[in-house]
């Protein structure tokens, strides 16, 4: 029998729905500056407004499922996300577009919130957080071909969110109600690896922002500093994100092989010199050589980052806080790209991330190496059987008759036992013929008998 357990798809299309919004930024983010009275700035103020939307969904709902239950809190959060991107791409008032972003930001990071937590209590976490990541990537890139023939307008790439938030509901019918009474039990139980969890959640933090400060000026960097047409910039975008599926193939084929330190420390190093490579870029062939390299790394190393969250916890919870510390710095990615290009330029920008990206992989890589996962506990469902639900069965008893036989042996009968007194029993006197005795033989006893025999006494 195989010992792969059967794909678990609503988690898959929970991941897929939740992380779109971050992988459809840099469009999304130019898109509002196109089409809105908005500036760069302000339009990357807008972006991470919706990802510090989706980050504090993560930070108040960690510990929270078990109580709402995965099936109604992944509704409700797919909900919330369908009616606040719908909101925001069919609306051109600036309050309504910004108000429609942080409530689809929130529903985002619930559905994002679920997926971890059923993640991280599958035996092989590592192998359906590459599923979620070849999803979205896919997605991702299939939106970055379309988009750019649709027309101009912010509203497509939001539409686009909705309306996979709208396709994944129809799988939320799968998941459970809710969590095995032995899971919740273990609810009060406190955090495992406290301080490599809070070391790697605040390592990730800045990582999330340093990736996500380039995606979200990436669009601009192409469109200026390397002179492309939004659909060459698109198309860049999307062979990118399709050499982020053969990453992500990749690390689903390495699995646990490797360990989790090599792909980490090693992959953030790379990643940082694709960074600076990108930044700088002044034509196609740059331009295309940084972001396709490093959207290739990118989800092979955060696909070992979120596995090694899930295993310092099997409920989930480390998952959830340090993908929520993650959302947390992709949320501020854009504003602090947007900051630190107005003010510096691209290319300084970008070298500044890189050494940033070199710093913050040492922490991250001393907790793949320190950290050993957390026992998982397995629970197999039992069939209850009271007392009263086995049957008895009565067997009739069956008395043989014994024939006797001449040679059949018989009881000896019992012989009354009768107490006798010892006043009952009669004395016998028994005669002993002898020689009779002469008196004279015996005289008196004593010194009178002694002396006798020595001679007569003097008077």
Known sequence: MSAR?????????????????????PTTVGRLDAGLPLSATQAGAVGSVLLLSSASAGFLLASRVDRFGPRALARAGLLLAAAGYGTAALSSALPLVIGGAIVGGFGSGTATTVAATGIAGRPDPHRVTTLGLFGVSGLAGALYLTIPHLGPGHGYPLAAIACTALLALTLTGRLPARTPAAHARRAAAPLPHRRPGLLLAGALLLWSLAQNSLWGVSGRIGLTQAGLSEVAVGAVFAVALGAGLLGTLVAGALGPRLGRALPIGLGTALIAGCIALSAAATDLTSFA?????????????LSYVIGLAASMDPRGRWAVLVGSASSLGTACGPLTGSLLSARE??????????????????????????????????????????VADI????????????????????AVPEIPVVPISVAEIPLVEIPLEGVPAQREAYGAAGPLRATAAFGPVAT
């Open 5 to 25: 357990t059967p794909t678990p798809w609503p988690l898959v299309a929970l991941f897929t729905a939740g992380y779109l919004a971050a992988y459809l930024l």
């Open 289 to 301: 050589s940084g972001e396709i390299a490093w959207n290739a790394l990118y989800p092979v190393v």
């Open 345 to 386: 330029g691209y290319p300084a920008m970008g070298a500044v991330l890189a050494m940033g990206l070199l710093l913050v992989g040492v922490p991250m890589t001393f907790v793949a190496l320190r950290t050993r996962p957390t026992t998982q506990i397995v629970e197999l469902p039992t069939a209850e059987t009271t």
């Open 391 to 410: 049957p008895v069965v009565e067997f009739p008893v069956i008395e043989i008759p014994v024939a006797e036989t001449p040679l059949a042996v018989r």
